[in-house]
């Protein structure tokens, strides 16, 4: 009974998703992101929620600019277009430290956009307990609560990969005197903030066949992942292994697949782009002949890797030939109505994960299983033992074998961050973090700025 009271739900939020692409392309100012749709019973409920999946969707978030900027900061994609505000991002010759500014728009627009998602998640969380809906059952509550829990978790988290610790906001804002004077946590308190979230949204949501709504097992992907950017060894290996252990997930072959199928066994959440509320990001990789800009690719390195047989076997699907001006772009972006999904979580990563946990624990045959597993679904060679013996041998490998599984998806730069790896392989400064908006320290004096400021 439960089980069909969260379907319902998922399936009517997806019968009401009413943000309309322009919608998600308009700007607006962080300090004014209120939820513009009041939550008085369940259908407004479940608008609400849509809300804050649409925004997760907007093209200042996974639709476009979050993803763009580490990629550009990073090793894997090169920029060949012309958008002043990506430049900024570009190393010269691909090595070495690249020289941001405070100003750049790229940057301002990710901060508002997470912080509008994280208003519309503090919306439905301080309403939905207080409406009076006999129609709307506690199982019902429940399902959007944990949604919201889990959105805003995700949201902290992801601010946190770009700026440290930051302004924790909890409550609905209306306002810009809302969110003005508020000191930035340290990284510590976000994070104690992003767990207790994670913690609500386990206790609430259940296990659903959904991929493009969250539920328990997103929950403890999430989990997985912050562990390990935390190095809680023991509690990376443990959660991973409970989203490796569930039959909803597993590695699809070829590579190719998980991509090119709707809603794969390897998807864990994913967001469900349309042809009429398209995927920003797919304007941008693809070539001119395609109806794209073609401002990104992937560079030299990367698809002599992937093209390896040896390294990168049938990954190298993900590079993709336009036609007539032979131009290389990324493959997720195949399809012609720009409705690409996004992949926020995939059940490889969580064998990475595992992977890189187990290594750390001096778990050496368990973790080569992990990363073995993960090659030859790409049908690269397994690791000998010999190769894999000690932790700096396997890590190692296994931020090589995360650079070519996600060659095209945002984990590169924060990898070599977390992992101290960045004044080594880029010649970035160690720990670099992105630089607060200036019009954000501008807003709001109590707002200190970053070193790289």
Excluded at 107 to 118: H, K
Excluded at 283 to 308: K, M, Q
Excluded at 356 to 363: I, S, T, W, Y
Excluded at 398 to 427: K, P, Q, S, W
Aim: proline residues 4%.
């Amino acid at each position: 009974m439960i089980q069909i009271t969260i379907n319902r739900i998922l399936l009517f939020a997806a019968a009401i998703l009413f943000l309309s692409c322009d919608d998600l392309l308009t700007p607006e100012p962080t300090a004014s992101v209120s939820d513009s749709k009041s939550i008085y019973d369940e259908k407004s409920a479940g608008a609400a929620l849509n809300g804050a999946y649409s925004q997760l969707m907007s093209s200042g978030y996974y639709g476009l600019d979050f993803d763009i900027a580490p990629y550009l900061f990073a090793d894997n994609v090169k920029f060949v277009g012309i958008q002043t505000y990506y430049k900024a991002f570009v190393r010269l010759n691909n090595y070495g430290p690249a020289t941001l500014q405070s100003d750049n728009s790229s940057l301002s627009g990710t901060w508002t956009a997470i912080y509008r998602t994280v208003n519309k998640t503090n919306h439905i969380i301080e309403k939905v307990d207080g409406v009076t809906d006999d129609n709307f059952t506690r199982d019902e509550r429940n399902a959007i609560l944990g949604q919201a829990y889990f959105i805003r978790a995700l949201s902290y988290f992801d601010l946190t990969r770009f700026w440290g610790g930051v302004q924790i906001v909890t409550k609905p804002t209306t306002s810009p005197e809302d969110v003005s004077n508020i000191q930035r946590s340290s990284l510590e308190d976000t994070y104690r903030q992003i767990e207790s979230d994670l913690k609500k949204a386990e206790e609430l949501l259940l296990p659903t066949d959904s991929r493009i709504y969250v539920d328990l097992g997103t929950v403890q992907a999430l989990t997985a992942r912050i562990a390990l950017y935390r190095e809680q060894w023991e509690k990376a290996e443990a959660y991973s292994s409970f989203v490796i252990s569930n039959s909803k997930y597993s590695l699809v072959k070829p590579y190719s697949v998980f991509f090119t199928t709707e809603a794969s066994p390897e998807s864990i959440f994913e967001l469900n782009f349309t042809t009429t509320q398209t995927n920003p990001a797919g304007h941008w990789w693809r070539p001119s002949e395609l109806g794209g800009r073609y401002e990104v690719t992937l560079n030299e390195t990367v698809i002599g890797l992937l093209e390896d047989p040896a390294v990168g076997g049938n990954r190298a699907d993900i590079i993709t030939v336009a036609e007539k001006s032979k131009q290389i772009y990324n493959g997720m972006y195949w399809r012609s109505g720009q409705n690409n999904p996004a992949y926020l979580f995939r059940i490889a990563e969580q064998y990475l994960i595992r992977a890189e946990a187990r290594a750390h624990l001096n778990k050496f045959e368990e973790s080569r299983a992990d990363i073995n597993a993960v090659r030859n679904r790409a049908d690269v060679p397994d690791i000998e033992t010999s190769e894999y013996n000690t932790r700096a041998k396997a890590l190692q490998a296994i931020e090589t074998e995360r650079r070519l599984e996600f060659a095209v998806e945002n984990h590169r730069f924060f990898d070599l961050r977390r992992t101290g790896r960045l004044a080594t392989v880029l010649g970035e400064t160690e720990g670099y973090l992105f630089p607060i908006p200036i019009d954000e320290i501008t807003k709001d004096p109590s707002l200190t700025p970053n070193p790289s400021n």
